[in-house]
């Protein structure tokens, strides 16, 4: 049972990013995923939250309107795609799966010019 993200880096203000979870040994359609985000020397912040099955989704206020969390059940994946991208953005982001404590490596994302 794992998860594991991809599609950080760097990108510039106001530009547009998607990181993916993958998980594997469960169906992330039936649990309530999140993505939470990490700058150093601060607690780590939740971001969004989704539980697919009843199509429910939530932002923190910091983020709303210009991220979307959802999930490809195909792919057994959940995207957070960010537009608008700004330099407090910048964190290392993690997904997770809130009934496990499962939590993914972590993946930098870096908003500069």
């Known amino acids: 049972v794992q998860l594991v993200e991809s599609g950080g880096g760097l990108v510039q203000p106001g530009g547009s990013l998607t990181l993916s979870c993958t998980a594997s040994g469960f169906t992330v359609s039936t649990y309530i995923m999140t993505w939470h985000r990490q700058t150093p020397g601060k607690e780590r912040e939740w971001v969004a939250s989704i539980y697919a099955s009843s199509s429910t989704t939530n932002y923190a206020d910091s983020v709303k309107g210009r991220f979307t969390i959802f999930t490809d059940n195909g792919y057994n994946t959940v995207y957070l795609q960010m537009n608008s991208l700004n330099p407090e953005d910048t964190a290392v982001y993690y997904c997770?799966?809130?009934?496990?404590?499962?939590w993914g490596q972590g993946i930098q994302v870096t908003v500069s010019s």
């Open positions: 997770n799966e809130r009934s496990r404590g499962l």
